[in-house]
């Protein structure tokens, strides 16, 4: 029998058999191997929507914000690059916060581009700087939300003895002494400018000849009881004058911007007003995007008496912007901007999707997002007006500017009942300005879908180990991920509840806990158990451990697996 064996194992036909399975078992491992570089390399294609995370839990809550540098690494040739980045101290409305004390707290931000991002580093694969190997630094996991196989990783390192040189994106250039206002915001994709009052009034992209935009508009229009009829636009808007007119506060990736003016309401010569309303504006620029909120308390009494019945806030072009086209969500064929009368008007619902307007043309992209106040007795619709051989508007006010409307979009809301309520009149606008020419509908659906769904962020504090084994904090599993929040903003008035869902493993058990902004737990869904597909959602219908119905304002959305946590912010508003 033994001999019998020995046959058998030397026979041709085994030692073709064990060749086989050597090879198969080599090529199992080899893609094996292939599987887990290719898991650690950067696969993220998101551009223009800047990542800003919450230091609102450790490792990022309560650091230094002097002591860090931020780097990327390339696995393919082991080399490590620095990347712009910067933390924002914010004030609970998400405002500047101008008495910064260098610490991050729950409400403060880090923000950077996700074309800035690289491959996942070992424990081993560190900076070549000794003092900070002796320091922790900060692993940044990003996973889209949209299709989580595609990740990015930055680091933070600490107590960098040479801070390294990296490239602002973002240059601000001063008003004239005597128009303070007038200013100018220049960045990697485009050259921006505003009027002596402070109105967007100027565009050109990098490597374009022309500006190509007359400026943003606004439109009040009404009648009264005792008030004849009148209208309102950007022209009664004046810049205050003083040295502190504008304050600027620049980053290399995000600048905030703020300037002070009056509405002078007493143009209308109406003997009820005697004065300005103050305004102040907002505005936060980034390497493609901006933001504006400029806001005004007003007495719901003074506008029942006023009547409004039309309020719009539009953007509108000039004559370089004739061969552009205008896209809207509900409008995927595309409008051509010719001069040629036209005029595009689209009811819009209370979906958030649905407030984009997008012109695209050889020059570049401008697409705005529209932020509009809720209110009574009104309807809201997409404005679009191209008319440039007489001075017509698409809602019969008076034309400003270049007094063309050429491509002139927007958002109207129009008095459904006697006059439009609100207590504050407020112009918000979220928008990029994109150096890619000629794009179509789909881009801006997509670019829709990255603002509404951000990167979902893993923080991991390590330590430096040659062997690259040990970690000092587990790491979560692939799975760990929690989804955006819908929807966000939450209007209190709504009949939807707030939807939290997350992804996990099987055999572990998940804490979801909302906090307010000075770090108070509001509600918390305990003991959590995923479904066999990965997944749980939670509904909250936004009242408290009490019962009672949360306040408007900044939350905190938290999910813990007992090792790491996962953070989103979540605005309530009425």
């Known amino acids: 029998m033994p001999f019998q064996s020995a046959a058998i ?208 508009k606004l439109r009040l229009k009404g009648e009264g009881i005792l008030v004849p009829p009148y209208e309102i636009n950007e022209d009664f808007v004046q810049a205050e004058t003083g040295d502190d007119v504008v304050a600027f506060y620049p980053g290399p990736v995000r600048l905030f911007h703020i300037s002070r003016a009056d509405i002078l309401l007493e143009k209308l010569n109406l003997p009820i007003i005697s004065k300005p309303s103050p305004f102040e504006y907002n505005y936060e620029y980034t390497p493609y995007s901006f933001a504006i909120e400029a806001e005004t308390d007003i007495d719901a009494s003074l506008l029942a008496i006023f009547g409004v019945r039309l309020i719009r806030q539009s953007l509108d072009f000039n004559n370089n912007a004739v061969g552009m086209t205008f896209y809207s969500a509900n409008n995927p064929n595309g409008v051509l901007i010719d001069g040629v009368a036209t005029s595009y008007s689209d009811a819009l619902n209370q979906s958030e999707r649905e407030n984009w307007v997008m012109a695209t043309g050889d020059h570049g992209t401008v697409f705005l997002i529209f932020n509009i106040t809720i209110m009574k007795n009104s309807r809201r619709r997409i404005y679009f007006h191209d008319e440039k051989n007489n001075s017509n508007t698409g809602d019969m006010t008076q034309n400003t500017g270049d007094s063309f409307s050429i491509g002139d979009m927007g958002v109207m809301i129009e008095a459904t009942g006697d006059a439009l309520i609100t207590n504050r009149l407020a112009v918000t606008y979220k928008g990029y300005f994109i150096d890619r020419a000629n794009v179509n509908f789909e881009f801006g659906e997509q670019l829709l879908a990255w603002e509404q769904n951000p990167l979902n962020v893993t923080a991991v504090l390590q330590m430096y180990d040659p062997t690259g084994i040990v970690e000092s904090e587990p790491g979560p599993p692939d799975d760990f991920q929690l989804y955006s929040t819908y929807p966000n903003p939450y209007h209190l008035n709504s009949a939807a509840r707030i939807r939290f869902e997350f992804g996990g493993s099987v055999n572990n058990l998940y804490d979801i806990v909302v906090y307010n902004v000075i770090g108070q737990k509001v509600v918390e869904f305990k003991n959590l158990a995923v479904n066999a597909n990965g997944r749980h959602v939670v509904l909250w219908d936004a009242r408290d451990a009490n019962g009672l119905l949360t306040a408007p304002g900044v939350y905190f959305v938290q999910l813990d697996n007992g090792i790491q946590t996962l953070t989103q912010k979540l605005i309530i508003s009425r």
């Not at 610490?103 to 403060?108: E, P, W």
């Open 9 to 216: 194992f030397n026979s041709p036909l085994y030692k073709e058999k064990v060749r086989i399975m050597k090879q198969v078992l080599f090529f199992l491992g080899v893609l094996l191997m292939a599987r887990h570089a290719l898991s650690q390399v950067n696969t993220l294609d998101r551009r223009y929507v800047p990542v800003t995370y919450k230091t609102a839990a450790r490792p990022l809550f309560e650091l230094n914000v002097n002591e860090w540098t931020a780097y990327r690494f390339d696995r393919a040739t082991k080399s490590w690059s620095a990347i712009p980045f910067q933390f924002d101290q914010l004030t609970d409305t998400d405002r500047y916060d101008r008495n910064k004390d260098d610490l991050t707290d729950a409400t403060d931000e880090m923000i950077f581009l996700p074309t800035d991002t690289g491959d996942k580093a070992e424990l081993s694969d560190w900076i070549t700087d000794e003092m900070s190997r002796q320091a922790e630094r900060i692993e940044l996991q990003l996973t889209d939300p949209l299709n989580p196989s595609k990740q990015g990783w930055i680091y933070l390192f600490k107590n960098v003895m040479t801070k390294p040189k990296v490239q602002n994106y973002i240059d601000y250039i001063p008003g004239p002494p005597d128009q303070a206002a007038a200013d100018t915001i220049v960045t990697t994709a485009f050259k921006l400018g505003h009027s002596k009052n402070g109105w967007i009034d100027y565009l050109k992209f990098t490597g374009g000849k022309n500006d190509f935009i007359d400026r943003f």
